[in-house]
């Protein structure tokens, strides 16, 4: 389109005096001031997604949380003894899930005598700590029954239907609380599942019971050297778990 | 007592400026859109922008180039909009500038300083309908686009060489 001086001389004249007038001035500022106002004391709804965020976020902070503690408090149950309010969490909840991280039979029950093992030097810990109580030793028999009936449920007999590897470990056992830590024990394979430590029951009757033959195999309670060749012969690797306040040496089954 | 004062003060800062600059960023949206519905809109939102930025206690320091600034940006976004329908496209579709005879002048004018000052290269649109259009001094429209004054001067010049070529 082809404009002329004259014409946009004209235009400018004209358009240049376009105004907005008062009163839409005044509409325009009321207009303003009101909208203003509007967002300002709008309440704030998050829309839906930013719910869904909002939402997820809760969510993640809820999980975070949960491991948190799950992960804090297992770790807490894992050092405790027997008698702390967090040994129940370890008996029942943080060792089996060792267990069923463990595929084979055979692992499994190294596993279970592992964790026999560790019944005695959790005693050994409470005992150089400054004593073991009626608590604390009652909680360390039912762990360590609850240890010998998943191994004695899992073991694999002999030819004379002996479980005798079971019965080894518990001979061993029963020998090391009471020789060396002089608590009276009576863990034993073919036992009440509830089990007494406060010495109602005869340790030697017990030891008569692992044999699983009926023949009392032995009156008397293994002595250390006993124990250290068995220990040889199971190959075990002593482990003892983290953070425990073990000094002595402890002894393997 | 200080924050009802600081609002006070923003108020009248901010109503200086509308009294100021309203009827500039309406004739600017008016230029750019040939629409008089649009302008009105357009120059509303780009006040209320202000405003909301005053209100919460930011300061402008370049307040002419900051509402520039938001008006042209504004109608850009009109533009990108779908609302955006050419002076072509509303006869098409039946509008009739002779219902409404101020309109259909304002629409025309603006039609026809637009096809002048669009024609020329970018750099000298703004000074050229600054300076000859609005009737803003030098001073004025440097401190808008935010250029020296002498730059201004420059494209002030030459853009108008520009125009009168195109007279020819």
Wanted: aromatic fraction near 6%.
């Amino acid at each position: 389109m082809k404009i002329t001086r004259e014409q946009f001389n004209d235009a400018q004249k004209t358009f240049s005096k376009k105004s907005l007038s008062g009163t839409q001035k005044h509409t325009m500022l009321s207009a303003i001031y009101s909208e203003s106002a509007e967002v300002a004391t709008k309440p704030v709804v998050p829309s839906l997604s930013s719910y869904f965020i909002s939402f997820r976020q809760k969510v993640l902070a809820a999980v975070a949380v949960i491991v948190l503690l799950v992960s804090g408090t297992s770790y807490a149950s894992a050092l405790s003894l027997p008698g702390d309010l967090l040994y129940g969490m370890k008996i029942n909840i943080i060792e089996p899930i060792g267990l069923a991280l463990r595929f084979s039979e055979e692992s499994k029950n190294e596993y279970r005598i592992l964790l026999l093992q560790k019944r005695v030097a959790e005693l050994e810990s409470l005992q150089q700590r400054g004593g073991i109580d009626e608590d604390a030793q009652k909680a360390s028999s039912e762990a360590a029954n609850k240890n010998v009936k998943e191994l004695e449920r899992s073991a694999i007999f002999d030819e004379k239907g002996e479980n005798t590897d079971v019965s080894e470990k518990v001979k061993i056992y029963n020998n090391l609380i009471d020789a060396e830590l002089k608590i009276e024990t009576n863990i034993n394979i073919d036992g009440p599942e509830e089990l007494d430590v406060t010495g109602h029951v005869d340790t030697k009757e017990a030891i008569t019971d692992v044999s699983g033959s009926g023949a009392n195999e032995s009156n008397d309670p293994l002595d250390i050297e006993a124990t250290i060749e068995v220990e040889k012969q199971t190959d075990l690797p002593l482990q003892v778990e983290s953070g425990s306040v073990i000094q002595a040496e402890i002894p393997g089954l | 007592m200080e924050d009802i004062a600081g609002k006070d003060n923003n108020r009248e800062n901010f109503e200086s400026l509308f009294q100021g600059y309203a009827d500039v960023v309406y004739r600017l949206c008016l230029y750019k859109t040939s629409n008089e519905d649009v302008a009105h809109d357009l120059t509303q939102e780009t006040f209320l922008r202000l405003w909301k930025t005053l209100s919460s206690g930011k300061e402008v320091t370049k307040p002419k180039q900051y509402i520039y600034q938001i008006a042209r940006n504004l109608i850009v976004d009109y533009y990108k909009s779908d609302k955006a329908i050419s002076l072509d496209e509303l006869q098409e579709e039946g509008f009739d500038p002779r219902s409404n005879e101020s309109s259909a002048e304002i629409v025309s004018d603006a039609s026809i300083l637009r096809a002048a000052i669009e024609a020329l290269d970018k750099e000298f649109r703004d000074v050229v309908y600054m300076r000859f259009v609005e009737g803003m001094k030098v001073t004025e429209i440097a401190e808008i686009l935010d250029i020296s004054e002498n730059l201004a001067s420059v494209r002030i010049n030459r853009g108008k060489e520009k125009l009168q070529e195109k007279f020819k």
